[in-house]
């Protein structure tokens, strides 16, 4: 029989990978989507799978929409990837934030428990979580200190999908996500913003780069490599909590660097340093440890981070020139 899945989020980068990773395993692929004056399939559209996903019309802020969709489905497997994810804007919109990232998640465990309590569910957890970090290299076991409105809220859906697994015995997973980037993700996150800029500066479109807090250090990967462990996660006899990253921090700094000498630019003549662009409070370092995901689930990240952005300028160069 057909299995089918249901993302929530498909109109995101995670969303966009996840939806051709499962429907190349066969799935009938749903996705949630949320009602917007603009397109927003752009990434499904970039990878060819616009047309074969089942788009039904719901908010995660709206718990009726979901049980629509999970009955609509029959999903044995439920994704939760929607979020308000740019941490940035979590200060300037925390009850949104908490409303979309956090009780939005609650909602989706909710609408499982009622409709669909052997599907399996997976939440989108994060390494902002850790914040404020508790060991040099975080895992399962590090102590989370969130350092965001975002964070706060994620730590709660994260609780929460805990919770239902032991309150309820949900098939319930929680990804704790490092930083992953590709060409498909959003313009306002740091790679992408680096990446788009060093193609209008190499095509004389852009002067400048303004950027913030350039000492901060990621453990950046790939998204096409980190949705295959969200898969893995649902295929495992229990629901569990794993820690997905590469195990390799880089600066901002040095991620620029990759990204403009690759078009043969220094970065030294083309970054400002602004201000406004400095967060009220900051995660300054992330380093994961994913070695229970290397054993439990067999999964390990397999683009280097000078690959991946490479790719993603060269991305932006065909995209500016075509523009
Ligand atoms: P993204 O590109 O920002 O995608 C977020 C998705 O959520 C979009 O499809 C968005 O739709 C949707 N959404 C927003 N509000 C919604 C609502 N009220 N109801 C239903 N859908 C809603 O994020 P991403 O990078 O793909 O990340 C996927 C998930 O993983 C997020 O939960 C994120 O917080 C988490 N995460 C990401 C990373 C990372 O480095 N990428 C790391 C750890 C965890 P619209 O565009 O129409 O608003
Ligand atoms: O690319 P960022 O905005 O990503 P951030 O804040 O780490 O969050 C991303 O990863 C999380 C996982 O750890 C996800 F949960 C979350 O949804 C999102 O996908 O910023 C990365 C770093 C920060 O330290 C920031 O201060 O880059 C620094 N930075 C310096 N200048 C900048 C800029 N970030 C952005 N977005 N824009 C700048 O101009």
Not at 16 to 38: D, F, I, N, Q, S
Not at 222 to 251: C, E, H, K, P, S
């Amino acid at each position: 029989m057909t299995q089918s899945a249901l993302v929530t989020g498909i109109s995101g980068q995670d969303g966009a990978y996840l939806a051709k990773l499962l429907l190349g395993k066969g799935y009938e692929v749903y996705g949630l989507l949320p009602r917007r004056a603009t397109d927003t399939l752009w990434r499904l559209r970039e990878l060819g799978v616009e047309r074969d996903v089942r788009l039904i019309d719901g908010d995660v802020t709206d718990l009726s929409s979901l049980i629509r969709a999970i009955e609509q489905s029959k999903a044995g497997e439920i994704y939760n990837l929607a979020a308000q994810s740019f941490v940035g804007t979590s200060w300037r919109q925390p009850l949104l934030t908490t409303q979309v990232s956090g009780v939005g998640a609650a909602n989706v465990l909710e609408a499982v428990r009622l409709v669909s309590p052997t599907s399996r569910f997976y939440q989108a957890s994060t390494s902002e979580m850790f914040g404020l970090v508790q060991a040099e290299r975080q895992d399962e076991s590090t102590p989370f200190y969130p350092r965001s409105p975002y964070g706060v809220a994620k730590l709660y859906a994260h609780w929460m999908t805990v919770n239902y697994r032991e309150s309820f015995g949900l098939h319930a997973s929680s990804g704790i996500l490092f930083n992953h980037e590709s060409p498909l993700r959003g313009i306002e996150f740091v790679t992408r913003k680096v990446t788009d800029a060093v193609a209008r500066i190499k095509t004389g479109r852009q002067k400048e780069l303004r950027l913030g807090n350039i000492d901060a250090q990621r453990d950046w990967g790939f998204a096409g490599d980190y949705v295959q462990a969200m898969w893995l996660m649902l295929q495992q006899a229990n629901g569990d909590d794993y820690v997905i990253a590469t195990g390799r921090t880089t600066t901002v700094r040095d991620m620029c660097s990759i990204a403009f000498s690759h078009v043969g630019l220094n970065y030294k003549d083309h970054v400002v340093l602004d201000p406004e662009l400095l967060r009220p409070a900051e995660v300054d370092v992330l380093l994961g440890n994913p070695d229970k995901a290397r054993q439990a689930l067999g999964w390990t990240a397999s683009t280097r981070l000078d690959q991946l952005i490479t790719m993603m300028v060269d991305a932006d160069m065909r995209r500016v020139d075509k523009a």
